[in-house]
């Protein structure tokens, strides 16, 4: 039995038992694309405010053909958590778009319907060809340029600083960093500075947001697949460990399945975002898994663990020593299953005193043998990361890397 423990310090490095590892995430992250193997589709609808927020703050969110769709839905996402009132709009003149990845989001409403609104703040998310549509759209034009000349903020990441906003003359006398072409290994960065404030903090009135991006053009008919990964969700699954997870598995080349528990294939997350896997559990049952990977969530984790398909998938996974793993909540699952006896995992605090003797404390990744665990959400780039290092090995996975501008271990 190989064991290799990644404990988590203040900075949040990795540290292998027989050696250091340490990989840092810069300030933010927003990867590339490639190309997937399936069809994972999102909605993102607006989840009920706290009734103890008063005014939240407006946030609008266009989306368009070729959106990079995990810059999306982190923003989504997060800003929702912050207590914003998130509006996803379509360019398009239909509300469900297809994503740079191929994943399908469905917006709130028409951008047509913003016009009249007043927005705290405008976001552009990146990708291309979704920034070119984005800044073809004349009618997001006119509200992004009215937002700036009311002073309110407005701002962009990839490839959409430059593509979008720059020819609507919006980046004059602008502190923006940018660097963009296209073409293999192309790296853009971007820096935007603006007064926000955007949570409950009276301190955040100057956000300096930096935002950097990789992208590796590849001709898809080359790509070939070799190892089948599932990942099942359900409803109140994590969507940023969901999405992020299948991300970088299939920027890695794996061929990832998204399988939902439920009766159906739309699932709703743990943050309103609806979720289309690609298929029922019940029709992968009889196939085999080079992994089999359990996403986070608390009220997802406790739905997955009722699937009695899963559990029967899980426990095959083990005795014919394949690997499986999980992320925040859901280890406590294969500790009931009994897929961590003699073994050493990690999890959200939360559950992590379920684990027993196995737990490991403070730690961003435990692998031990076939069993991969991860700590959480803030945690689930590195776990996939590992997850890649250990189906294709270090030099894959630093490229993956590097390409998520993440400063992989050069040994």
């Not at 914003?84 to 989001?105: C, F, M, R, W, Y």
């Not at 009931?336 to 379920?354: E, F, N």
């Amino acid at each position: 039995m190989s064991l290799l423990l990644l404990p988590l310090p203040q900075l949040s490095p990795f540290t292998v038992v027989t050696s250091t590892l340490r990989l840092k995430p810069l300030s933010s992250l927003k990867p590339p694309r490639s190309t997937p193997n399936s069809t994972l589709s999102i909605s993102v609808s607006p989840p009920t405010t706290d009734s103890n927020v008063t005014t939240p703050k407006k946030v609008l969110l266009p989306i368009g053909f070729g959106t990079e769709e995990m810059e999306a839905v982190i923003l989504i996402h997060v800003l929702r958590r912050a207590g914003a009132n998130v509006t996803v709009a379509s360019v398009e003149p239909q509300l469900q778009i297809e994503a740079a990845g191929g994943t399908k989001l469905v917006a709130d409403t028409s951008i047509s319907n913003c016009y009249d609104q007043i927005f705290d703040l405008i976001a552009l998310p990146g990708g291309m060809p979704g920034s070119a549509r984005l800044r073809d759209c004349d009618v997001l034009k006119r509200i992004t340029c009215k937002q700036a000349e009311e002073n309110r903020l407005y701002g962009a990441i990839n490839a959409a600083p430059a593509v979008t906003l720059l020819p609507w003359g919006l980046l004059k006398r602008k502190k923006v960093i940018y660097f963009f072409s296209f073409g293999c290994c192309t790296l853009i960065s971007c820096m935007f500075e603006f007064t926000v404030s955007l949570t409950k903090s009276p301190n955040t009135d100057v956000l300096v947001l930096r935002c950097y991006f990789g992208k590796l053009i590849v001709n898809p008919n080359s790509i070939m697949f070799f190892f089948f990964v599932l990942i099942p969700i359900a409803h109140g699954s994590e969507e940023i460990e969901v999405v992020t997870l299948i991300d970088i598995l299939r920027r890695a080349k794996a061929n990832v399945i998204v399988a939902s528990v439920e009766k159906t294939l739309g699932v709703m997350a743990s943050q309103g975002t609806k979720i289309v896997a690609d298929k029922l559990i019940s029709d992968v049952k009889e196939s085999a898994h080079d992994l089999i990977i359990l996403p986070g969530g608390t009220a997802g984790a406790q739905r997955l663990s009722k699937s009695r398909i899963l559990k029967k998938l899980l426990k095959e996974q083990n005795s014919a020593g394949r690997i499986y793993g999980a992320v925040c909540s859901s280890p406590a699952i294969l500790h009931k299953q009994g897929l961590l006896k003699d073994k050493k995992a990690t999890a959200h605090p939360s559950v992590l005193d379920k684990l027993e003797d196995g737990a490991v404390n403070d730690a961003v990744v435990v692998i031990d043998g076939k069993l991969i665990t991860s700590a959480g959400l803030s945690t689930v780039t590195d776990f996939a990361l590992a997850i890649v290092g250990k189906l294709f090995g270090n030099g894959r996975a630093r490229s993956v890397a590097e390409g998520l501008v993440f400063a992989y271990p050069k040994k």
